[in-house]
């Protein structure tokens, strides 16, 4: 029996401390979620480079026991407060000697003296305990903050998102992969960009009406930017805590782009206006390309100070392509770097989806006002692409209106899909380039204009 | 809801929607404006150089044209010999899943006003865009 009960105990205290009697149900629809954003990136292909990285890091984070997106632990460790006086004056006596009480000497050590200087004037009377930790002060009470535990992978890699440095990075390396030469022939296309940032403010003003508070409500809008990068910015600059769904929701809507748009585009046109033919663009010369970026910077970030982290990094990288003198910049940052940043991007983005966390009520609005937010964004583009139309007597066909909406390339192809299934000799490509490229300026404005109102 | 609430969400609405706009416009204007001045300027270069002809754009256009009309009479006159290629491709084609196909009818579609040889060249242009994926 010793036997069978030492076999039991041990299988017992295996099933015991295996994840499976840590994980919850919501971690385990996670991870069929997971699974599925898997399925879509490999098999179905939709954006495998974001959806890959971001459903792997969803997966790990929902695995119990790996603590990849564990914090550092600290102790502190309190400061024998006696022996620090009596040392500070046997160190320092022409500083502190004339001060009378241990208040008026703590507070001198706090204001002049460095942690080092502290620690080795304690190692000094204990030379067995040697302490070399920061320093911590709770009012007049030293703290040694010693640390236990470091953090996990996830949480080092996060800190990139939560201080909005990979979203400006991820808009170099876009700067250096675009062609503002379509938008620059007709710069016209900005007013699309601009209109189709319509759904941003309507999802704004849903999210406040279902309880949202503004800052949740101006993170969750900016999903109709269409802008996986911006959003992020956005949210950690605001509401930081819904970042998993609002990433995901973005990330996942602007995969979805061929399906939710053409319903609307053939919904809001004729089938004469789809069918409108548009006159070729103008070349571009070298030196209109070369001085956009900069023209463009100088006047946004005169205006809007707060987009100027996103538009800024944006020209710098157009500015790398643009003027043929920084071809080694310029490949680095549309290759190594921005595949290095989407991957940290992805995996960390991804990690956030806790199921504990994200599968909430508050997901799920989130998730139902994002399609909102795209399909207003993209009817606010069409409409404004009709009233182009109306104006310039049927020389603009409102399918580039779609493209307005950011989600570069994809737009601009579906404007071209769609515009080719009523004529197929009609390429429409370039002109939705146009607005297409102009929406991830206009989504970085609109960010800029939330940040400073409700940041 | 608050009235606070009420006044934010018209607040974010009006002043979004006029700094997106304002911002776009007058980005707009800059690009239209700039543009004008480069293409003033660099016009007024090319004109300085004795050597360019008068009116270069429409000097150039006149070779680069009646090249393709020669090209595409040429083409019109071997119908046969594109009868035979499309046939062959056809033919290939029906190899990599074993099935047989014939070519019953061949039909010009051009866009009126685009010549094939413009809707080729088209095609090459943006074939980068259909084939690059996930560039955000």
């Not at chain 1, 632990?73 to 022409?94: C, G, S, T």
């Not at chain 1, 409500?217 to 949210?235: E, F, H, L, Q």
């Not at chain 1, 601009?412 to 929406?439: C, I, T, W, Y």
């Not at chain 2, 002809?53 to 083409?75: H, M, R």
Request: aromatic share 8%; proline share 6%.
């Amino acid at each position: 029996m010793g036997v069978f009960d030492g076999f039991v105990d041990a299988l017992n205290q295996l099933v015991t401390t295996s994840g499976f009697n840590l994980v919850y149900w919501q971690n385990y629809i996670m991870i069929a979620v997971s699974c599925f954003l898997m399925y879509l990136a490999i098999v179905k292909k939709f954006e495998p480079l974001l959806l890959l990285p971001i459903s792997f890091g969803m997966l790990l984070a929902n695995l119990p026991l790996a603590g990849l997106m564990d914090m550092p632990k600290n102790e502190m460790i309190p400061v024998p407060v006696q022996e620090l006086v009596d040392a500070a004056v046997k160190a320092f006596p022409e500083k502190f000697a004339h001060l009378t009480s241990n208040e008026q000497i703590l507070e001198a050590i706090k204001n002049s003296l460095s942690a080092t200087q502290i620690n080795d004037m304690l190692n000094a009377i204990h030379p067995e305990d040697v302490h070399s930790y920061p320093i911590i002060w709770q009012e007049l009470a030293p703290f040694w903050n010693k640390p236990v535990q470091t953090g996990g992978l996830f949480y080092y890699l996060y800190q990139g998102v939560k201080l909005g440095i990979y979203p400006p990075l991820i808009f170099l390396g876009i700067g250096c992969m675009t062609d503002f030469g379509p938008l620059i022939a007709n710069p016209k296309s900005f007013l699309l960009g601009a209109a189709a940032q319509l759904g941003i403010f309507i999802a704004f003003i849903l999210a406040k009406v279902l309880g949202f508070t503004g800052q949740e409500a101006g993170s969750i809008g900016i999903i109709g930017g269409a802008d996986g990068p911006t959003a992020i910015y956005v949210t950690t600059k605001l509401a930081p805590h819904l970042l998993g769904p609002i990433a995901v929701a973005a990330y996942s809507y602007m995969a979805l782009i061929p399906i939710i748009q053409p319903p609307f585009m053939k919904l809001l046109t004729t089938k004469k206006e789809r069918s409108i033919v548009m006159e070729q663009l103008r070349p571009v010369s070298k030196t209109e390309k070369i001085l956009f970026p900069i023209i463009v910077t100088i006047i946004v970030a005169l205006i809007l100070p707060s987009a100027a982290p996103l538009v800024g990094m944006l020209m710098l990288g157009n500015l790398f392509r643009e003027s043929l003198v920084a071809d080694r910049l310029n490949k680095t940052a549309q290759n190594e770097l921005m595949n290095i940043i989407t991957i940290f991007l992805g995996v960390t983005v991804g990690a956030t989806a806790n199921g504990q966390t994200f599968l909430t009520w508050k997901t799920l609005y989130i998730v139902g006002l994002g399609l909102i937010a795209f399909m207003f964004g993209t009817c606010g583009g069409l409409l404004f692409g009709k009233i182009m139309c109306h104006l310039t007597h049927g020389k603009v066909n409102p399918l580039i209106g779609s493209a307005g909406v950011s989600a570069v390339p994809m737009a601009a192809r579906v404007s071209q899909k769609v515009g080719q299934q009523e004529n197929p000799a009609n390429f429409l490509l370039m002109h939705a380039m146009g607005p297409n490229v102009a929406g991830v300026i206009g989504s970085a404005v609109a960010a800029g204009v939330l940040i400073a109102i409700l940041g | 809801m608050n009235p606070s609430d009420v006044t934010q969400m018209v607040t974010v609405l009006l002043v979004g929607l006029v700094v997106v706009f304002s911002v776009l416009i007058i980005l707009t204007f800059s690009i239209w404006l700039y543009s004008k001045i480069v293409r003033s300027i660099t016009g007024k270069s090319s004109s300085k150089k004795g050597d360019t002809p008068q009116n270069p754009k429409k000097a150039a256009a006149i070779p680069v044209i009646s090249n393709v009309v020669k090209a595409a009479a040429a083409v019109e006159d071997d119908v046969d010999e594109i009868m035979a290629v499309i046939a062959a491709a056809v033919y290939y084609a029906g190899l990599e899943d074993n099935t047989a196909y014939a070519v019953k009818s061949v039909r010009r579609v051009a866009a009126a006003g685009r010549s094939a040889w413009a809707m080729a060249g088209i095609s090459q242009n943006i074939n980068s865009f259909f084939n690059a994926r996930g560039r955000k």
